[in-house]
């Protein structure tokens, strides 16, 4: 492992324990900090054979050990991790700001987040209840939740902490075994936090981590018969080649995916919440949010006054490395995703007016990062890609409306359903609306707000099934009825 400067990440050696969680011989792939190029970590990427060799050992620990049947054992493993995640946690927050751009305060939160996702989970792990009832004279059914066995858990880069999590803790918490596959742009983090699972009660081989290429490495364990079901978090178009992938196998799929959410300011909100809750929306972690505010729907009364003032705050804001602390918002991660933000920029500037940013920043010590200013692009007509297609990144395309009913209109006029952000005083308003709009989450009066008790989920091309909540850890089960007859004959 080599770094030019900043401290350096040896992930594999990051667990103060023997049992290394990482199935890869050798280091390989080169983890670069997004602000300035440099090389943050080298991680081992994971042959085809051990990804075999990994869900077969998978298979047979979920089998085998007291794992699957004793959520005591589960919850201690768990907040155990918890605790070391902990006690790590300013380590973390700075590898994951140096490997994902974001600034260092949102990864401290994403830290937070995550260990509290953990311990959420190790507590539901003892409270798995199933359900009994009498069916007939001398008859019972007793409905009892299991683990589904081995799961592939597919994370994507921009939340990779808190997104591998949301997925390891409940499958873990529910007796499942899991292998996880980091983005090939974030392992180092996913890997480090991790290792700090291995405990003298985790059983060998019930979690473990492979690293490698979506179309290969992924792909093995998408399409392999002895994974069970597939946790895919990532783009609408990767998670419907999944599906399609899996569907040979019939195994279970949960898909978590993209959006353009829509976030709807009528004029008789608290403008200054609604102001700094438009900002958030946008351009929290650059913009490359799965439910980022990214269409903002302005009513028409309003629209003038609060975009001046919204444009002004964008303007003001200070890009740079995330490990500063005065920086508000970070680079994108990489140079590719900086081409495709660039390129959307592109198109709202033939098609619409750019009010704010519109260009890299490549002055200022930052020319050596993914750097984009906060771009805000208004006057785009309806068809526009700027207004249907998800760009990751730090551009807010504005609309206007003029009647709530075309409020939702333009809402719903989307293929993605993930989030959605409402800003009024009108508490019936909020209720219509609320049942009205296509959306798995709906926020009101603020944006950007999870809760590991709170399921979140996609309408449409944005995903099936929930995951968080305890919901999200039920698809981690199978159901299954046993049959009791008590009579002395059949029937
Ligand atoms: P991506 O789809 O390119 O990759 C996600 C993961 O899938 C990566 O680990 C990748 O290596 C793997 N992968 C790629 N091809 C594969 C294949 N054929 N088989 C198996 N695995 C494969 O997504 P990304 O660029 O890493 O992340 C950004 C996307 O994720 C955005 O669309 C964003 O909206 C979405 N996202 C959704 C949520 C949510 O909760 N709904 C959260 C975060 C991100």
């Known amino acids: 492992m080599v770094d030019s400067g900043r401290a350096s990440w040896d992930v594999a050696a990051f667990s103060a324990r023997s ?9 390989g792939l080169e983890s670069r900090d997004p602000a300035t190029g440099e090389l943050v970590a080298t991680v081992g990427v994971s042959s085809i054979a051990e990804v075999d060799d990994g869900i077969a050992r998978a298979g047979s620990a979920v089998r085998r050990s007291a794992w699957r049947n004793d959520g005591a ?18 380590r973390l927050a700075e590898l ?12 401290r939160g994403e830290l937070a987040s995550s260990i509290s996702m953990i311990e959420y989970n190790a507590g539901l792990a003892r409270a798995i209840y199933g359900r009994s009832l009498a069916l007939k004279e001398g008859v019972h059914g007793v409905m009892l939740r299991e683990p589904v066995g081995v799961v592939a858990a597919i994370t994507p880069w921009n939340y990779p902490l808190n997104l591998t999590i949301r997925a390891v803790a409940p ?5 499942n075994a899991v292998l996880v596959k980091p983005a090939s742009l974030t392992p180092a983090i996913v890997v480090a936090a991790m290792q700090l699972l291995a405990d003298d009660e985790l059983p060998a081989d ?3 981590v492979v690293v490698g290429p979506g179309g290969t490495v992924g792909d093995r364990m998408v399409t392999h018969p002895e994974i069970d079901m597939i946790a895919f978090t990532g783009d609408s178009t990767t998670g419907i080649n999944v599906m399609k992938s899996a569907a040979d196998g019939l195994k279970r799929v ?9 976030n709807i300011v009528f004029a008789d909100a608290d403008m200054e919440k609604a102001l700094a809750g438009a900002e958030n929306a946008i351009f929290s972690a650059a913009g490359q949010i799965c439910t ?12 003038d006054e609060f975009l001046e003032r919204l444009v002004a705050r964008a303007d003001a804001m200070r890009v740079g490395d995330g490990l500063d602390p005065a920086t508000e918002m970070g680079p994108l991660v990489s140079r590719e995703q900086k081409r495709t933000v660039l390129d959307y920029i592109g198109i709202g ?17 930052l020319e050596h990062g993914n750097f984009v200013r906060p771009t805000i692009v208004a006057d785009l007509p309806s068809d526009s890609r700027l207004v249907a297609e998800e760009v990751f990144g730090p551009v807010l395309a504005v609309q206007t409306f003029e009647t709530e009913e075309e409020a939702v209109e333009i809402a719903n006029a989307s293929e993605f359903g993930l989030a959605c952000g409402l800003w009024t005083n009108d508490l019936n308003r909020t209720w219509r609306l609320g049942r009205a709009i296509e959306s798995g989450t709906i926020w009101i009066n603020t944006y950007h707000h999870f809760y590991g008790e709170m399921e979140v989920g996609g309408f449409k091309r944005s995903g099936i099934g929930r995951q968080q909540g305890v919901e999200g850890l039920l698809e981690f089960t199978e159901t299954k009825h046993l049959n009791f007859d008590s009579n002395p004959t059949l029937w």
């Open 292 to 303: 980022a505010g990214s269409r903002l729907l302005l009513e028409r009364s309003i629209r």
């Open 19 to 27: 049992h290394s969680l990482l199935l890869a011989a050798e280091g």
């Open 73 to 90: 054992l589960r919850a201690r493993v768990l907040f155990r991790w918890a605790a070391r995640m902990r006690e790590q946690s300013e």
């Open 171 to 175: 499958a873990l918490a529910a007796g």
């Open 206 to 208: 019930i979690a473990a």
């Open 349 to 365: 500037r033939s098609e619409g007016t750019v009010l704010a940013g519109g260009t890299a920043v490549e002055d200022g010590g």
């Open 254 to 262: 949960s898909l978590e995916l993209g959006g353009k959410s829509p």
């Open 96 to 107: 994951l700001t140096r490997e994902q751009g974001k600034t260092i305060g949102q990864a």
